[in-house]
């Protein structure tokens, strides 16, 4: 099996910046793309980005476009997301997964992390 465990997560006022990490263990030899999402309350999860195994190739959704950057070291496991000028609708629990880049698209596989909470404050 492969387990997911996020940190980095907090309390913080809008326009500053967070990094959240991400490292698998157990059955990491199937790591492939790693992604991460978000849940605000009262909403369902949406996808934040995602990488491909090399970091070559990432996928953002709009909102985050020129603000979050995910990245991955492969060498720890681990993947992360900086998150800069952070918005009030950046609040959420984000959760990181393991999935597949394939054809233009990241594809979630059913591994996730149990989320850290990040909120943003005015």
């Known amino acids: 099996q492969l387990q997911l465990v996020e940190s980095g997560g907090g309390l913080v006022q809008a326009g500053e910046s967070l990094r959240l990490s991400c490292a698998a263990s157990g059955r990491t030899s199937s790591l492939r793309g790693m992604g991460w999402f978000r849940q605000a309350p009262g909403k369902e999860r949406e996808f934040v980005a995602g990488i491909n195994w090399t970091g070559g190739i990432r996928y953002y959704t709009d909102s985050v476009e020129g603000r979050f950057t995910i990245s991955r070291d492969n060498a720890k496991n681990t993947v992360y997301l900086q998150m800069n000028s952070l918005k009030l609708e950046d609040t959420a629990v984000y959760y990181c997964?393991?999935?597949?880049?394939?054809?233009?698209?990241?594809?979630?596989?059913?591994?996730w992390g149990q989320g850290t909470q990040v909120t943003v404050s005015s």
């Open positions: 997964n393991a999935g597949q880049v394939s054809g233009g698209k990241y594809y979630a596989y059913n591994y």
